[in-house]
């Protein structure tokens, strides 16, 4: 059994910096593809980031690009996004993900495992 644990979320003014994190568990790590996705209420979930657990390749949305940071720690089975320069658009659920590292990262419904969420707040 898959199981993906967010952790690290809060609030924080707009400018500042928060890393959150997704401990996996109960698969054999190093072939997936991990990611990162948000919902603002109201909004549809989108893609944020994407990591390739075993080649460490990378994506990221136009938004978060310069800002966002992904990496993993195949050790710790963990995989983390450091979030820089911070802005009140980016408050969301934050949702990791754990899919095959096929096809486009940001197509949702590639990945077959999710996390509960982790709530980032960023006021103005």
């Known amino acids: 059994q898959v199981q993906l644990v967010e952790s690290g979320g809060g609030s924080v003014q707009a400018g500042g910096s928060l890393r959150i994190s997704c401990a996996a568990s109960?698969?054999?790590?190093?072939?997936?593809?991990m990611g990162w996705f948000r919902q603002a209420p109201g909004k549809e979930r989108e893609g944020v980031a994407a990591i390739n657990t075993a080649y460490g390749g990378t994506a990221y949305a136009d938004p978060v690009k310069g800002r966002f940071t992904i990496s993993r720690d195949n050790s710790r089975n963990t995989v983390y996004l450091q979030m820089n320069s911070l802005k009140p658009e980016d408050s969301a659920m934050y949702y990791c993900?754990?899919?095959?590292?096929?096809?486009?990262?940001?197509?949702?419904?590639?990945?077959?495992?999710w996390g509960q969420g982790t709530q980032v707040t960023v006021s103005s």
């Open positions: 993900a754990a899919g095959p590292a096929e096809g486009t990262w940001s197509d949702q419904w590639r990945y077959n495992y």
């Open positions: 109960g698969y054999y790590y190093s072939t997936r593809r």
